[in-house]
Each structure stands twice: as C-alpha cells, then as structure tokens.
C-alpha cells in the first residue's frame, strides 16, 4: 500500500462521510436538496473508490473503505446527532480496528 493509494482512500472517506452526514441531515430535515446532495456525493466516492480497486485490489479497497467509515461515521453520529451505541455494537467497531490493522500488514502471497 502505497502513499498515494492512502490519499485516494483518505479523499474518498472524505467524499462518502460527507454523503452520509447530508444523508442523516436529510433525516432530520426533509429538504430534497441536501438528499440531491448526498446522492451526488456517494457518486463521485464511487468514481474515486475505482481507482483505488485498481491500485489496491478490490478486497483492499472496499475493505479498507468500509472500515475507515464505520469508525468515521460512529464518531460523528455520537459526536454531532447524539446517537450512543451498545457495548455489543462497540465491540463490533472494535473488531472492525483490529481487521483495518491485520490488513494493513505487507502482502506476502500477492505476485
């Protein structure tokens, strides 16, 4: 995993939490701008997750994706909306740390 392939990921985490934070205003408010506005957001995170698929591998990509948003996304929904999780659910976000952390191990079988 090069530098570059971590600044795509980091720019589109930026792009899908961004997307999903006027997702959970469009909740709270109803306004079908903020939802055109979410929707756009998730298609340019999408656009952006393809390259990284192809520097990184598919599995890489979406995986390294969809932890760094369940840890992001918990932190602003406890942060900004005042959610709480469980400890169970917790603990899932904890597991979630732990395979971002094995992953970001040096491949050994990748030719």
Known sequence: MNAQFLLWLAGA???????A??????????????????????CIGN????RLMREGGLG???????IVQLIVVNIIAV???GERLSMPQLA??????????LMMFP???KV
């Open 107 to 109: 491949l050994q079988g």
């Open 92 to 101: 899932g976000v904890g597991l979630g740390v732990l395979a971002m952390a």
């Open 21 to 42: 934070t006027a997702s959970r205003a469009y909740i709270a408010t109803s306004n079908v701008l903020i939802l055109v506005l979410s929707l756009t957001l998730y």
């Open 13 to 19: 985490m930026t792009i899908f939490i961004s997307g």
């Open 79 to 81: 942060a900004v909306f």
């Open 60 to 66: 890489l990509a979406i995986s390294a994706s969809a």
């Open 47 to 50: 656009l952006m997750m393809v």
